[in-house]
């Protein structure tokens, strides 16, 4: 069975500091990885997806890598602001179905 | 007007009692699913529909049922509501013929459910 774990579970920083949010998988056996953000009273908004062929991928201030032999995702965040404070969540794809992480509370203080 | 829209957003009921969690979309995608979260366990899946005649159960379908009424509605049932099954739910959709493990899945704003 997959199993995705995140680490930390929650994180503070000051503003504009770069940082790092960890998952890891127990199952290499994916087609793809992505990071969704999850604010309160919302739903989750997909951030990045990689598939299982690509190392990474970047969408402004976000980059994204994943290392599928190791079972290992990072999501990196550049320059955090403020407005980045959300819960952030890691889903991998095997088949039919995501398999989530229990997330990064995230908050960047201003 | 939000692509996924879930109702009611906010439900607080009885031990017993039976419930139904609506989620409707315009997206026209063909496939749907429903996700429970607990705090600390991130999402974890009920059922999906990969269109109106295929159902599938999830990692946790004990004590839900579903149905899909059209290919923008799909509903969730609690026959018989427990405190345990307190919780944010969550229904999304994404598109079949994009590739499910290519695209991405598009959430509603969630359900928040409390059973006394």
């Known amino acids: 069975k997959q199993e995705v774990t995140q680490i930390p579970a929650a994180l503070s920083v000051p503003e504009g500091e770069n940082l790092v949010l960890n998952c890891s998988f127990t199952d290499s056996a994916i087609y793809n990885l992505q990071w969704f953000r999850q604010d309160p009273g919302k739903g989750l908004t997909s951030l990045l997806l990689i598939q299982s062929s690509q190392r990474e991928q970047t969408s402004g201030r976000l980059n994204a890598s994943l290392d599928k032999s190791s079972g290992r995702s990072t999501l990196y965040i550049a320059a955090s602001q403020p407005g980045d404070s959300a819960t952030y969540l890691c889903a991998v794809d095997a088949g039919n179905m995501l398999t989530f992480g229990g997330g990064t509370r995230l908050m960047v203080k201003p | 007007d939000a692509d996924v829209t879930q109702t009611p957003r906010n439900r607080i009921t009885k031990t017993g009692k039976r419930i139904m969690l609506e989620c409707s979309q315009t997206k026209g995608h063909d496939r749907m699913y429903w996700y429970r979260q607990d705090p600390g366990l991130g999402l974890r899946l009920i059922y999906y529909?990969?269109?109106?005649?295929?159902?599938n159960k999830g990692e946790i379908s004990d004590g839900y049922s579903v149905s899909r009424q059209a290919q923008a509605k799909f509903s969730l049932s609690l026959e018989s509501a427990i405190p345990n099954q307190t919780a944010l739910y969550f229904c999304?959709?994404?598109?079949?013929?994009?590739?499910?493990?290519?695209?991405?899945?598009?959430f509603g704003p969630g359900t928040r459910l409390t059973v006394l």
């Open positions: 529909s990969f269109d109106v005649k295929d159902i």
């Open positions: 999304a959709t994404s598109d079949l013929y994009r590739g499910p493990r290519q695209d991405t899945q598009y």
